[in-house]
C-alpha cells in the first residue's frame, strides 16, 4: 500500500522568516498544481508577494485564472508586491544575451518594492562602457553583475565600487564557455576581493540575494 | 633589452574606491618585498586597514621589523585596524576542521571594525545545534557560513534568517570532497533563495563580502 | 560470416538469487522485443515479478497484448507483484519535480510487497517540513531521499533517523545542478555517517536497493 | 569584539536519535581538543561506543591518557564498545591495497557489535575468487566491497546476492583511476539493480551503513 | 582574395600503408561530397573496402546511385569487400542497447573478410551468462567487449581469455554513466591487464583495431 | 521602479582603438536589433568593417532591408570591407566536418581585406596531405588550424613551420572528443612550441587573432 | 568476531587461462608479503613469468632473499622469464621522459620472450623523427606509443603502420596535459582507425596487452 | 632481446625550419643527458640559440662545465643567443605571484634578440593599473598578459590593444583557481575578439609564439 503525500508542502511562514516568501516554481508541475499553489500562498492573507516562476503559457493561464491580481514580470507572474521600499539596486550585463536572466532578478527586486537600473552590454572588451557606470556603481546599495563567456566583468566591476556584488554565471556563448561553468569557476576565483556568486542563469537567486542584502535598509519584513 | 618594471604596484586609493584598502598576499614575496609592500600602503597615513595574509614566519618577521604597530590576528598582521563600527556578522562552520577558514574571516571583520560572533561545530548531521542558533541567525545582519564535504549548512542556515548568506566551501574532509569542489557546486545549486558563494577555502573574501554588505550600516569608508 | 547470437538472454534464476527479478527496460528495444522479453520471463512461472520499465506507449501495448494481467505504475508495468510483505519504506523528495523518480522507487517496492509512504516536497530550505516528518523518519524501516540541486535533503534526514538512508540524485533545476552530477558528488559527501547513493534518476535502482535492504524482515525470495 | 564560540559541539543524543554515536575526527583537532570531545562524549554515561578516528600518535596518547579504557582498532580507539549483536556482514575487497578502507569498516562494525568476515583480494580479473565466496554471499546480512581501479567488483558481487551491497571507491591505483573518482561514477553507474555507495575511501561511512541496515535484527540502540 | 582547396583530399594509398582503407564519414557532407567521395575512392580499382559511414538516407541513396555494387551493412555501404579471410572475432554485450555500436564493429570486420560471433546482453549482473561464453572466449582470435554503465564486462572477459581485448565504451543508459565518460575510465582503469580502449559508441574504431590485430593471421594487404 | 537602460552599447571607437570594428552577434537579438546595432556602427561612416555573425535568416533580411551594401560571407553578413591588404593566411581543417569553422575565419580576414588560402582534409591519418602543404606553411605569414576529435594537426603543423600558429578546436565528431573539450585541451598541452589557441568552434576569434598579428604589415586601422 | 581472511589470493592458474601469469604489485604490501607472493606463484613450479612490479628497495630485498633466481628489470623483478618467442614490438616515446613507463612495457614483453626495439623522442614537432622510422612501423607486429602532452604521436604513428597500435598516455608534463588526462582523451578520440588506448602511465598495461596480440604467432602458454 | 634506441633525437634543422631553436628540458634527464644535448645542439655550429630549461642545480653545473658559454636566464641557461631585433613585447602580469612565468617568457624573447617591458601587478582589482598601460599597450608589437585566478587581464588588455595578445593561465592562486585550469577556460572563452591562449603556466610556450608572430619584422631564421 502506498500512502501518498506527494501534494505540494506550502511554507506561509517562509516570508516572515526570511524576509523572502515561497515562489512556485512551475517546471515539472500542472497548470491545476501551480494554480493552487499560488492560492495556497495566497490565502493567509498577504504574506509577502507570491511569485510563479519559469511558467508555461499554459500554467501562466491557469494561475492567473484561479487567482486574480497578478501582475506579468520578466521573472513571471506576480501577486502582492511590497510596496516601494528603499535601496537601489544596479543590475549590470556584460552582453544582450544576458538579458533575459537579468531582467529575472530586476523583476524580483521589484516584486520586493526595490529600485532598480539595469544597464545592458558594458563588457570589458570596450572597457569605458563599464567605466561610464562608475558613478552608479559608486552610489549603488547592491550591484549585480550578470555575465557568461569568461565573466571578467565581476571582478572589473568590483573594483569600481564598495557596494555589495552579486555575480551571475550565464550559459550564453558556447563552446568554451562551457554552458555556464568557465564563468561560474572563474567569477568564484575573482581577483577582487568580495565578489560573491550565485548559481548559473540564476537571476531570481541574484534577485533574492540583493533582498536580503537590502534588509538593513528596509527593517525586513513588512 | 629587458625593461622591468617588475615592481608591485600598489594601490592605495582602493579604500576610498571600494572600502576595502588593499591586502598585500604573501605567497610568492620575499620577506623585504612584504615589508616594503606594507610600507608603501601605510606611507601615505591611514587609508583603511592594512594586512599582509598568508604570511610565513620570516615574512610576518621582516614586516613587523620594519613596519612597527601591527597586531597578530586569524588573517596575518594587521595594521591601522579600523574603529568599532556598527554590524554584527555571525560565522558558523559546520566542522572544527573549517575553523581556520572561519577565523580568517572574523579577523577581516575586526579589521574594519565590526563585531562577530564565531560558532563552531554546527553541522546538519546533528540539526539540533543550528536550530540553537535561531535567535542569532535571525538578528545577525550577515551570516557567513563555512562547511566543506557536501556543504549543506549553507542552504539549512538561509532558511533560517533573511539576513544575507555569504557561503564559504572548505577543502577540509578527503574523497569525494574533492578539495572543495563538491561544497563550491553544492553550494552555489542551493534551494535555498538568496545563497551567494566565494571561492574555495577564501575566508578572506568572504570577510570582504560581509564589509560590503555592511556598507549601508556604515557609510562606507571612514 | 557474421554468427549472430543478438538475442536477448533471459536471467529468469535472478529472483531466486538475489531476490531481485530481471526487468526489461525499454530503450533500445523494438515493440517486438519488449513484448517477447517480458513472455520469456513469464514462462516458467511465477519467478517473482517481471517489470517493463521506461517503456514508450507502443512498447507499452505490444507487451501489454502478448502477456495480459499486467498492472501499470509508475515503474512501468507490472507481472505478478508480490503479495504484502513485512517492512515500510519512507520515500522523501526534495521537491515536486523530483516526483517521477521517486515514484519509480515507490512502485518497486509496491511490486515486491513492500508499503511506502511518499511525501514530496520537503526540502531543507523551510527545515520544519522534515522535521514535521521525524516520528515517520524514526518508525520507518528504510528511508529514500530523492533530491536534485545540492541534494542536501540526504544529510538532513539521516542525522534523524538511524534507518538505513538510500539518496537518489537528480537532475532536477539547472544550471548548476550540472544535471544531477553536483546532487551525486554531495550525497556521497554526506557529513552525516551512513548515507548511500545511487545513480542519478536512478529511481529504479533506489527501490531495488531497498527491496534488498528489507530481506531481514521477509526472508528474501518468496 | 569577537565572540568566539569555536568550542565543539557535541551531540550526545545521537546514539539514540539514529543509533550511531558521535565519533570524533581527529584531523585540524589539537590532541587536548580530541581528549576533551572523547571525554565529554564519556560524560553522561554509555550512549553508545565512542570512536576517535584518524587521529595521528599524539592525538590517540593525548585521547588515551585522558580517557582509560580504550580499545585500539583499524577505525581508531573505541571505547565503550557494544555487546555481540546479531548480523553478520561480508566485508570483501577488490585488491591488497584497499585493506586499510575495509578495515576500517570492520571496526566501526565491531564497536557496534556486529561480525564481520573480511575476505580480501578477490578482484574480478581471477573470477573464481569471487564466486568461491557465493556461498558467503548469500548468507551474509550485508556486503560491503572495497575497490579501487575500476571498481567492478561491486556489480558482479551484487549480481550473486540478494542482501544490501555497499560499495565503497577507493583512491588505490593511479592514472586512469583519478583518486577514487572513477570507481565512485563506476559503481553508481551499476548494471547491477541495487548497488549503493559510499564516498571516496570512507570505510567509515560504510561500516555505519551496514550498522544501520542491520537495526531489523538488532532493534537499534541497546 | 580567398583561394579555396576545401576538398576532399582523398588517401587512397591508406589501404597499402595500414591495410584499413580510408572510409567516408558522411556527416557534414552534402549528399553530392558523399557520392563523390566514394567514386573517387573506387577509382583507382580496388583498394581495399570502400564504407560510406553514419550516413542519413539521403546520402545514402546519392552515394548507391553513382557508385553501384554496394552492400548495405550496419555500418554503413560497403564496396569492394575482401573475401574470406582466418581470423574470428568475438563481439559480446553488455545489454542490448549496446547492439548497434557492436554491430557496427561486425560490419567493418565482415568488410575485411573476418568472420565474427556476436554474442549479446551478457552484462555482469548475471555471471553465468558471459561464464558460459568461456570456450568461445578461449578460442576467439580477438574479443571486442561493448558496454554502457560502468563497463565492468571488459574487466571480467579479460579475465577469462588469453586473447586480446578491444573495449568500446558506450553512451546507453543515463545519469552515473555521463554519456560514456564512466565506461570510458573504468575501462582504462581496469584490473585486469592488457584491456585496451577505443572512444566512446566508437564500433568503427574497434572493428578497424581487431583487423589490426588478425594482421600477424592475414599477412596484412591483400 | 525600473530604470532600463537595457539597449545596445555600441563602441564605435573598438576599430580605431584594437584594428577590428565591433561585431554584431546575432543570437538573442530580435531582427530589429540586429539591423539597429548595424545601422548604429555604420553611422559614423565608415570605421572598419561591420558584421553581423551567427544570423539566423530573419534577423539577415532585417539587417539588409535596413542597411543596405552588405555581402554575404560565411561568417555572415559585411558591410564596408576593407581593401587588400598584405598578409596571407592560411587555413588549413583536419577534416571536412570543420570546414564551417574555417570558413568563418576565411571571410573575417577577408572582411579585413587579407588573402587567404583554405585547405581542408589533412588530417594526421594521412600525414603526406600535411606534407604536402610544406611550401605553403613555410610561406604562409599565419596559419590557422581547425581540428576537433584529439586536434593533432595543430601539433604537426607548428612543427612544418616559423610563421605564428593559431589552432582551432571544433566539436566535430562525438563521444570521447567531449564536444571539443578534448581537442581544447590537447592543443594548449602541444609539444610544438609557440601553439596558440583560441575557444571551441571559435573561427570568428581565429580571424580576429589573424588580423591582429598581421597588423606589422598593415600597419594597422586603414 | 572478525573473521580475518584478507591473505593475499593467489591465481596461480591465470597463465594458462589468460597467457599472463599474476604478478605481484608491490605498492600497499609489507615486504614480507611481497616476498611470500613470490614464493607462492613460484610454489607450483613454473606457470609463466612472476613480476614484482613498482617495488620499493626493502621490498625488492626481501622478495629476492626469499625467492633465489630472479632478474632486475625496468619493469622490476622477473623470475622464469619464457624463452624466446616469435613476436616483435616497437615502442615509440614521444618524449625522453615517458622513457620509464616505456621500458616497463619493453621488460613486460622481454619477460615473455618478446623482442622489442625502443626509439625515444620521436613527437610530433620534429616529423622527420618519426618519419624515419616507417621501415620498422610497416615491419613491427605490434606497435607501442608512449607519449604524455598531447598525445599526437598516437595518430601520426597509426597513420603509417598497420600493425595494431597500442598508446599509452603519460603524466609527463605540467599544466595542460592534466597529469595523462588530457593525453588519456586525445588519444581515444584518435583520427586514425584502431588505436586502442591503455590507462594513464600504465606500461605495464601496454606490455601485457601486446603479449595478447602476440598470441596468434606464439600460440599462447608455453 | 631488445633494441635499444633510447637517445635522444635532436632536431638541429628545427631553427632553420620554425625559427625556433630545438630546447633542451630538463626534467628526466641525468645531468650528463643535459650536457650531451646541449653539446649536440652545438656542435653544428650557431643555429639558433641553445636553451636548457627548468634545470636543476646539477643539470645546469653538468652543462655548463661541458658547454662554455652560457648565459643564465629566467628561463635557464641560453648559449648563442640571437642580436638584437626589431620587435617589442609587452609582459603584463595579473599579480606578483605570476611573475616566474612572465620571466620564463622574457627570458625566451631575449634569446632571439627581442626586446620586452615587462610589468607586474596589474590586476583588473585596481583598473587604473593596466589603463596606465595604455600607451605601452598600444605601442607594442605582441603584448602578453600572464594571469591566474580568474584570468581577466587577458581579455581587458585585449580590449585596450590591436596587438596580438597571448594569455597565460598560470596556478597562481589556490581553491577555485583549480590550479589554472579556471584560467585557462577563461581565457578561451574570453570576450574579446582575438586572444589566443597558451598552456597554462607555459610562459616558454607563450615567448616562442611571440617569436613566431614577430617573424614578419625579423625575416625568420637570422
Partial sequence: MVTDQAELRL??????RTGIAEAVYAPG??????????????????????????????????ARERNPGATETAAGLVWHALPPA???VLVLTAGTGDLPVAREAVAVLAAYGHDSTLVADVGVAGLHRVLAQRRRLAEADVVIVVAGMEGALASVAAGLTG?????????TGYGSGLEG?????????????????????NGFGAG??????LRPLTGGPR
Same sequence: chains 1, 2, 3, 4, 5, 6, 7, 8.
Fill in 208 to 213: 533574492c540575494a540583493a533582498v536580503r542584502t
Fill in 29 to 62: 508541475k500542472s497548470p491545476e498544481q501551480c494554480a493552487a499553489a499560488v492560492a495556497g500562498l495566497l490565502a493567509g492573507g498577504p504574506a509577502g508577494p507570491v511569485l510563479l516562476t519559469r511558467a508555461a503559457p499554459e500554467q501562466v493561464e491557469a
Fill in 86 to 88: 528603499p535601496g537601489t
Fill in 163 to 171: 557596494a555589495p556584488v552579486i555575480a551571475v554565471p550565464t550559459s
Fill in 11 to 16: 511554507d506561509p511562514e517562509r516570508f516572515r
Fill in 181 to 201: 561553468v568557465t564563468a561560474l569557476l572563474a567569477m568564484t576565483a575573482s581577483c577582487s576581493p568580495g565578489v560573491t556568486v550565485v548559481g548559473i542563469d
